[in-house]
């Protein structure tokens, strides 16, 4: 007799993801990522110590990971934000101009003409000192963003994987 809660394909469908999740844990792509987090989270030289390359490739992803996660207010709140201008080098170098505008509008609801501050305690100082209905009136505009850029404008993941390809950043992974 047929399942009629539909229970049997949940079940399907949950065993379909968890071995595609397995099957991605074993890519140069994770490998290459979970060896960037070590390298900046861990070593010493930390982020100093990446190639060029693997700094734009790492700050990139940074921006496309907390946006999709928790938009642009994560972004800037976190650690994250402190890659800015690498970001920003590596969207223009991966050709995703899309992106590249939402991240500098972005930045501009939340820093204005200033720069974006260096460390995340400076960023949370500069926000904390905002007025009430100025936040509310900047999250409601980065609400807005954040959709856009879930849009995902660029196939921002493809310009990453022909980047990290045209620079060989997955040839040890």
Known sequence: MPCNGGYRNDIQASKVRAAA????????????????VHQVHDTADGFASLS?????FFAT?????????GGFDQYFVNSSADYF???????????????LK??????????GHTDVPTTQTSRWD????L??????????????LDKSFWTDPDKLDERMLQFA?????????
């Open 21 to 36: 999740e397995k099957a991605y844990l074993q890519t140069p792509e994770h490998k290459h990522w979970m060896w960037l």
């Open 52 to 56: 060029h390359p693997n700094k734009l």
């Open 61 to 69: 992803n940074l921006v496309s990971r907390e946006v999709y996660n």
């Open 85 to 99: 201008n690498f970001a920003v080098e590596g969207l223009t170098s991966m050709g995703a101009v899309e992106s």
């Open 126 to 129: 500069f926000s904390n000192a």
């Open 165 to 173: 390809q045209r620079y060989d950043l997955y040839k040890d992974f």
């Open 131 to 144: 007025d009430t209905a100025t936040k509310a009136n900047r999250d409601a505009a980065s609400d807005l």
């Open 102 to 111: 939402l991240l500098l509008t972005a930045k501009q609801l939340f820093y």
